[in-house]
């Protein structure tokens, strides 16, 4: 084992993998804004017998991310797992179609974990070991109605990821892609059941597996992965007609995450 970086770890599936990182014996650096949220994470991780370390961080800020990673290395050792986590986002209405709203979801979605594997990714390369992991979605399969951002940034993610595993073949790193659906990550409400959707708990353990094996590209549950793949091979003129219906009543895939600049991950 060694240091895992996790992002977006002072809640729901970044709070529930940084646990479990730690517990398989990784010590774990661990990443958001929220630095009461993080320090109690810590707490818990250390009187568990693990090791942590909170560090409140803007993972859209490069600079910021630099310094949280170069802390996290001396403090924790060399990065031998990053899992970029952090992202989210809300609706996009095309009736206010709006370039800032773009540009912010694809900092937080895409950005954000460039800024982590342009810190990590030296030393990795320097040493010859290491593994990339980032949160995508089943979103990122084709646009879905009312997330023109949210599913372009999950696909560029996605991309992005793809490329670079392919480049960095033969080198010692492997690169995750880890790609849920409908994932709960808030106590049960009497809200109407999203289609498919996991627990927390039982899609981390998923995720957890997934990173083990490390797994090229991981994308669940099946049941509802199958769905997309059917939508994703329609005709473009079916595949609007089916949607239009839906509107913008489809939920956003994966797990929440700040609905503007100001939230907190």
Request: net charge positive; glycine share 10%; aromatic share 6%.
């Amino acid at each position: 084992m060694g240091t895992a970086i996790v992002t977006g770890a002072s809640s729901g599936i970044g709070r529930s993998l940084a646990r479990r990182l730690a517990a398989r014996g990784d010590a774990v650096a661990l990443l958001a804004r929220r630095q009461e949220l993080l320090e109690s994470l810590a707490k818990e991780i250390e009187e568990s017998g693990g090791r942590a370390l909170a560090i409140a961080c803007d993972v859209t800020d490069r600079d910021a991310v630099r310094e949280a990673v170069e802390r996290a290395e001396r403090e924790l050792g060399p990065t031998t797992l990053l899992v970029a986590n952090a992202g989210g986002g809300n609706p996009t209405d095309a009736a206010q179609f709006d370039s800032e709203h773009f540009a912010f979801m694809f900092d937080l979605n895409l950005m954000s974990a460039v800024h982590c594997i342009e810190a990590v990714l030296p030393g990795m390369l320097e040493r010859g070991s290491g593994h990339l992991v980032a949160m995508s979605s089943l979103a990122g399969y084709r646009g879905l109605p009312g997330a023109a951002a949210y599913s372009s940034s999950k696909a560029a993610l996605t991309a992005m990821l793809e490329s670079l595993r392919v480049d960095l073949r033969g080198r010692g790193i492997d690169v995750t892609v880890l790609a849920p659906g409908f994932v709960r990550t808030k106590p049960k409400k009497k809200k109407r059941r999203k289609p498919f959707q996991l627990e927390l708990e039982d899609a981390t353990a998923r995720m957890a597996r997934a990173i083990e094996q490390r797994k090229r590209y991981y994308a669940f549950p099946k049941s509802l992965l199958a769905l997309i793949w059917l939508a994703w091979i329609l005709p473009p003129s079916i595949y609007d007609r089916l949607m239009s219906r839906v509107g913008g009543k489809v939920p956003r895939m994966g797990a929440p995450g700040p609905r503007s600049p100001r939230d907190g991950t």
